[in-house]
């Protein structure tokens, strides 16, 4: 998973590769393939941005991971970060 930071006017751009190894629950797995079959029926959204081309289970992992990490972030780390096992991340890596 890539993310890319970006600075104030006065800062360059860093970009920021990282790696979370994570842990989900057989509940987690249903929810997401769920959320995947639901965006099915619905080809036009912003979903479908970049993911062109990825299998069915790369869309489910992902799923996943945006969830566990959306509630890291923003409104649930302490239940998030018991999914999240290892990060691993380096500056200015290539994305």
Known sequence: MACQLRASKDMETKKVKACFTITF????YVHARA???DMKRHPRRMYWRGKEGKSEDELVME???HR???GFYH???LSAGKYIVRLDSSM???A
């Open 63 to 65: 799923q996943i991971a």
């Open 35 to 37: 959320y995947v079959e």
């Open 92 to 94: 200015n890596a290539s």
């Open 25 to 28: 629950t057989e509940q987690q």
């Open 75 to 77: 409104d649930d780390p």
């Open 68 to 70: 566990i990490l959306s």
